[in-house]
C-alpha cells in the first residue's frame, strides 16, 4: 500500500476541510484509487473502537470539571492568591498572569480555557496599569501553553492512548517541565519589565493577607491535590480521578453559590458537544493510525531517520524541528494522533525512552499553539485583547525563545522529566 494517503490529506486539510473529517477521507480515498476497498471496513471498525475506551472517559470529565472551575468565577481567586504572593514583583500583573495560569493548570489542563478566563479578566487590568495591550495579550498567550503541560492534561491522555504509555507516568513527567516553563517565563517577564519601566501591581502583602487569599482559594486550590494525589499514590485510576474532579468541582461551586442548579443544564451541554468533536477526532485518528501502520510509513520514515543519522541526540534535534514546524499549522491534539504512531517506534530504536520522548512532544506542540500562523491560542488571545494576531506574535517573540530553551533542556536533560516518575514506579 503507498502513502498517497498523506498527500491527500494535506491537500484537503490545506483546502479547509475539518481534520476529524480529513483523517478519514484521505485514507478512504486513497483505497478507491488503489481498488483496495476492502479495508473500509478496517476504517469503520477502527473509527468505533477508537472512541469504545474506558481511559479516554477521562476526557469528558477533565473538560466538566475544567468548564465548572471557568464558569464558577474560581480564576479571581486564582489572581488574588497570585497577586498576595508575586504582586510586588517588577512587572507585578505580568507576572500574576503567569502565575495563575500555574494554578489554573491545575484545575482545567486547557490552553484555550486558561487563556480564554485570564485573558478577560488580565488583559483590561494590565492595559490600565500602563502595560501595551500587545503585551498583555502576548505575555497570556505565552503562559496559557502551560495547562496542557502541568496535569491534568488534555493531550498526555491522548498521547497515552494512542501510544499504550502510562498516563500517570506522563502527568508525573509533566510536572518539572510545565514549572520550567512557568518559572522561565517569568524570569523573562522580570527582565523586559525593567528594561520597559513596568511598575508592580501593589505593595508587599504581610502573611496574614496571603493567608486570607489562600483561605478564600483554598477549596479550588485542593482540586489538584485530590486529583494528582489519588493518581500518582494509586488510589483511583486517571478515568476515576477525573470523575472525583467533575464531582468535585460542581459540588464546591454549588456550595458556594458561585453556580447554581439552573447553571447545569447548558454546562453539560458545552461539555458534550467539546467532548464529542474530541473523541470523534480520536476515533478518526486512530482509524488513520491502521492505513499508517498497514502502508508501513513508520519504516519507511524510519529508514530516511537513520539514512540522516544514527546519533539518537542529533535525530531528537531533527524531530523537535519537525514538531515546532507540524506544530505551526496542526493543533497539538491532532498532530499527536498523526505523528505519534510514526515517531513513537523511530525513537524507540534509538533507545530513547518512551516516556521521556512522550513528554518532548507534548511540550513542543502544546507550545506550538502559540506559533504563526494557525496557532489557536494566538486566535483566542486576538479575540479577548482586540490586538491582530501578527501584532501579538512579534511581541511574544521573546517567550517563543524562552519556549523553545525550555524545550532543549527537557530534550537533553532527560533527568528532568524521568527523575519523578522512576521515584514513584512508573518509569525503570
Given at each position: 500500500m503507498g502513502i498517497s494517503f498523506f498527500w491527500i490529506l494535506l491537500s484537503v486539510m490545506f483546502l479547509g476541510m475539518p481534520v476529524a473529517f480529513a483523517l478519514l477521507f484521505a485514507p478512504g480515498l486513497s483505497l478507491f484509487l488503489e481498488g483496495k476497498e476492502m479495508f473500509y471496513l478496517l476504517l469503520t471498525q477502527r473509527l468505533y473502537n477508537g472512541i469504545d475506551s474506558f481511559p479516554l472517559m477521562a476526557i469528558p470529565f477533565f473538560m466538566l470539571a475544567g468548564e465548572v472551575m471557568n464558569r464558577s468565577g474560581i480564576t479571581l481567586s486564582l489572581v488574588q492568591v497570585s497577586q498576595a504572593?508575586?504582586?510586588?514583583?517588577?512587572?507585578?500583573?505580568?507576572?500574576?498572569?503567569?502565575?495563575?495560569?500555574?494554578?489554573?493548570?491545575?484545575?482545567?489542563?486547557?490552553?484555550?480555557?486558561?487563556?480564554?478566563?485570564?485573558?478577560?479578566?488580565?488583559?483590561?487590568?494590565?492595559?490600565?496599569?500602563?502595560?501595551?495591550?500587545?503585551?498583555?495579550?502576548?505575555?497570556?498567550?505565552?503562559?496559557?501553553?502551560?495547562?496542557?503541560?502541568?496535569?491534568?492534561?488534555?493531550?498526555?491522555?491522548?498521547?497515552?492512548?494512542?501510544?499504550?504509555?502510562?498516563?500517570?507516568?506522563?502527568?508525573?513527567?509533566?510536572?518539572?517541565?510545565?514549572?520550567?516553563?512557568?518559572?522561565?517565563?517569568?524570569a523573562m517577564t522580570w527582565?523586559?519589565?525593567?528594561?520597559?519601566?513596568?511598575?508592580?501591581?501593589?505593595?508587599?502583602?504581610?502573611?496574614?493577607?496571603?493567608?486570607?487569599?489562600?483561605?478564600?482559594?483554598?477549596?479550588?486550590?485542593?482540586?489538584?491535590?485530590?486529583?494528582?494525589?489519588?493518581?500518582?499514590?494509586?488510589?483511583?485510576?486517571?478515568?476515576?480521578?477525573?470523575?472525583?474532579?467533575?464531582?468535585?468541582?460542581?459540588?464546591?461551586?454549588?456550595?458556594?453559590?458561585?453556580?447554581?442548579?439552573?447553571?447545569?443544564?447548558?454546562?453539560?451541554y458545552a461539555t458534550a458537544k467539546s467532548s464529542a468533536v474530541i473523541l470523534f477526532l480520536v476515533g478518526s485518528a486512530v482509524a488513520f493510525?491502521?492505513?499508517?501502520?498497514?502502508?508501513?510509513?513508520?519504516?519507511?520514515?524510519?529508514?530516511?531517520?537513520?539514512?540522516?543519522?544514527e546519533n539518537p541526540l542529533l535525530l531528537l534535534l531533527i524531530i523537535n524541528l519537525l514538531l515546532l514546524f507540524v506544530g505551526m499549522f496542526l493543533d497539538a491534539g491532532p498532530a499527536i494522533l498523526i505523528l505519534g504512531p510514526i515517531l513513537?517506534?523511530?525513537?524507540?530504536?534509538?533507545?530513547?525512552?518512551?516516556?521521556?520522548?512522550?513528554?518532548?512532544?507534548?511540550?513542543?506542540?502544546?507550545?506550538?499553539?502559540?506559533?504563526?500562523?494557525?496557532?489557536?491560542?494566538?486566535?483566542?488571545?486576538?479575540?479577548?485583547?482586540?490586538?491582530?494576531?501578527?501584532?501579538?506574535?512579534r511581541e511574544m517573540l521573546p517567550y517563543l525563545a524562552v519556549h523553545i530553551f525550555v524545550i532543549l533542556l527537557i530534550t537533553y536533560i532527560p533527568a528532568l522529566t524521568m527523575t519523578l516518575p522512576r521515584l514513584l514506579g512508573f518509569a525503570s
Open positions: 504572593f508575586i504582586g510586588h514583583l517588577r512587572g507585578g500583573l505580568a507576572q500574576i498572569n503567569i502565575l495563575s495560569s500555574m494554578l489554573f493548570a491545575g484545575l482545567s489542563g486547557s490552553a484555550v480555557a486558561d487563556c480564554s478566563a485570564l485573558g478577560k479578566m488580565l488583559i483590561p487590568a494590565m492595559e490600565k496599569n500602563g502595560y501595551s495591550r500587545r503585551f498583555a495579550a502576548a505575555v497570556t498567550a505565552a503562559s496559557s501553553v502551560i495547562g496542557p503541560i502541568i496535569p491534568p492534561s488534555g493531550i498526555m491522555i491522548l498521547y497515552a492512548f494512542v501510544m499504550n504509555v502510562s498516563v500517570g507516568g506522563l502527568f508525573a513527567a509533566g510536572l518539572v517541565p510545565g514549572f520550567l516553563v512557568g518559572i522561565s517565563l517569568m527582565f523586559l519589565a525593567r528594561r520597559r519601566g513596568y511598575k508592580v501591581a501593589s505593595e508587599k502583602a504581610t502573611w496574614p493577607e496571603r493567608g486570607a487569599a489562600v483561605k478564600q482559594a483554598f477549596w479550588p486550590l485542593l482540586t489538584p491535590v485530590i486529583l494528582l494525589g489519588g493518581i500518582l499514590s494509586g488510589v483511583f485510576t486517571p478515568t476515576e480521578a477525573a470523575a472525583v474532579a467533575a464531582a468535585y468541582a460542581l459540588i464546591v461551586s454549588l456550595l458556594s453559590k458561585t453556580m447554581t442548579v439552573s447553571n447545569l443544564p447548558s454546562l453539560f493510525s491502521s492505513v499508517i501502520s498497514l502502508s508501513g510509513a513508520p519504516q519507511k520514515v524510519a529508514a530516511i531517520m537513520v539514512s540522516l543519522t513513537g517506534p523511530i525513537v524507540t530504536q534509538f533507545g530513547i525512552d518512551p516516556l521521556h520522548f512522550a513528554i518532548v512532544m507534548c511540550v513542543n506542540l502544546t507550545i506550538g499553539l502559540t506559533t504563526p500562523p494557525m496557532g489557536l491560542v494566538l486566535f483566542v488571545a486576538s479575540s479577548v485583547s482586540g490586538e491582530r494576531v501578527e501584532t501579538i506574535s
